[in-house]
């Protein structure tokens, strides 16, 4: 009766799709491909696979498994497992309850970007100086944190088969179409640069995929595998306790196993060709050097490159940004439904109810988020070395420090405290096969923990290093 009152999903088809769903966001369609062009391209790509089925396979399969064993949400479910492991679950909520009002405004930035490229401005857009004057606007990103805010409350609202299943059925398969089309197209590009010479997007497709190791040294090597590591928290969306909350409303029935191999496939699929996408566009009409603009990528280079290609940039930007408005709609609402599931069971919440509280405080946040590019700037050196303001920072504790945190004290908790083998016979209930056994159990005790502690320990500047 408590799990039909918390909603679940029709099958593992709904469960994958909305996995992969909040798997596939902006931390793939922005991030990753900045990443792989910075850190020597195809040598990136090697690392993250190697890192996706051993390090995130672990993490992935430990939290969902959690979170189907003790139908909680990630608040809960800790204290469900191990009384003394209850502090856990409340540092696992507040790094969704901490996420959703700053993601919320740069999905705010997409909205506006995919309405400029909608109605014909998408010239506008690339002008220098377009996306600073936007976010420094006072009242314009606030209209658009709001749109795409009450987009993803509204899914959340609706419950879990009703809205998180159904909405992830009709916009994945859209999502992965303008995904393979973008990229299929990117790689059809041609330009010929100043210098006369005709460069392609099949040119920038081997800069992405082809291993370079120019300048790679143990140091550089050590900074790709702490980049790829850090990238697969966003690719996955482990540490986050929303894979503890979707798990809970996965079938006692389902394969387990099974979905979490689809779910890492489709996400590496997703984030690869997110490189393809952009990565070759980039290389035709900057060369090298374009692909280095770093988080600025999205926003900044993309639009001028959409317009040099006349005509037809206006169509493959609206594609482009609506491509990227699904993949942040569908990370959106898995983030919080992370907060909203919490609610529902620590407090007994109704759904409706929580989702309204939720959305109420993500605004209030994300208002002043907005007004931190104008009315309340200021600036803050991070323990990293960066320079920060309120976005940077909420973004910094809750990825840098949170995360991390959470996801050593979750490899303790099951390594050594309840064992793995409650996660493994979680997962193989219905007689399935666990394939990676021997690792799963290497990975959660011993080399997971001592990965997590060296990113953290770069994270918070303990340990420091130039790539």
């Known amino acids: 009766m408590e799990e039909k009152s918390r909603g679940s999903f029709g099958g593992s088809l709904g469960f994958v799709l909305a996995a992969a769903g909040s798997a596939v966001g902006l931390g793939n369609i922005w991030r990753f491909p900045y990443l792989a062009a910075r850190d020597g391209g195809g ?57 959703m009002p700053y993601y919320s405004v740069i999905g705010g930035w997409v909205v506006k970007y995919f309405i400029a490229f909608a109605t014909g401005h998408g010239a506008e857009a690339a002008e220098d100086g377009y996306f600073t004057g936007f976010i420094t606007h006072q009242t314009e990103p606030i209209i658009m944190m709001i749109i795409f805010l009450v987009a993803c409350a509204v899914i959340i609202y609706m419950g879990v088969d009703k809205g998180i299943e159904s909405s992830s059925r009709i916009i994945m398969p859209i999502l992965l179409v303008l995904v393979i089309g973008i990229a299929v197209f990117s790689l059809t590009i041609k330009h010929t640069n100043d210098s006369g010479d005709v460069v392609t997007g099949l040119q920038g497709l081997k800069v992405y995929v082809i291993p370079s190791l120019k300048g790679v040294g143990i140091k550089e090597f050590f900074f790709v595998v702490t980049d790829a590591l850090g990238q697969l928290f966003f690719s996955l969306s482990i540490a986050m306790g929303i894979m503890i909350a979707y798990g809970s409303y996965v079938p006692d029935d389902a394969n387990l196993v099974k979905s979490i191999n689809q779910i890492e496939i489709f996400d590496t699929a997703v984030a690869f060709l ?88 993500a605004l209030v946040i994300g208002v002043i988020v907005c007004l931190g590019y104008n009315k309340l700037y200021f600036e803050v050196p991070l323990p990293n070395g960066s320079t920060a303001q309120i976005l940077d920072i909420l973004d910094y504790i809750s990825n840098s420090v949170l995360m991390p945190i959470v996801a050593i004290l979750t490899c303790i908790l099951v390594g050594w405290v309840i064992k793995p083998s409650t996660i493994i016979e979680e997962s193989t209930k219905n007689g399935e096969k666990f394939g990676r056994k021997g690792l799963y159990i290497a990975m959660i005790k011993f080399i997971a923990p001592v990965l997590l502690i060296i990113l953290f320990m770069i994270s918070v500047g303990i340990v420091r290093f130039k790539s």
């Open 43 to 99: 040598l990136f790509l090697v690392v993250y696979l190697i890192l996706a089925i051993t390090f995130g396979f672990t993490l992935l399969t430990t939290e969902v498994a959690i979170g189907r064993k003790t139908k909680q949400s990630p608040l809960t479910a800790y204290k469900k497992l191990n009384e003394k492991y209850g502090f856990v679950g409340v540092l696992a909520c507040m790094v969704p309850f901490m996420i």
């Open 274 to 361: 997110a490189g393809v996408m952009i990565i070759p566009a980039v290389y035709v009409f900057n060369g090298t050097d374009g692909m280095s603009a770093g988080p600025s990528l999205m926003f900044v280079a993309l639009p001028k490159i959409f317009v040099a290609m006349g005509k037809a940039g206006n169509i493959i930007g609206t594609m482009f940004f609506a491509m990227v408005l699904f993949a942040a709609v569908t990370s959106g609402m898995s983030v919080l439904e992370a907060v909203v599931s919490s609610f529902i069971d620590k407090f007994n919440m109704e759904r409706q109810s929580a989702t309204v509280v939720e959305t109420i405080a």
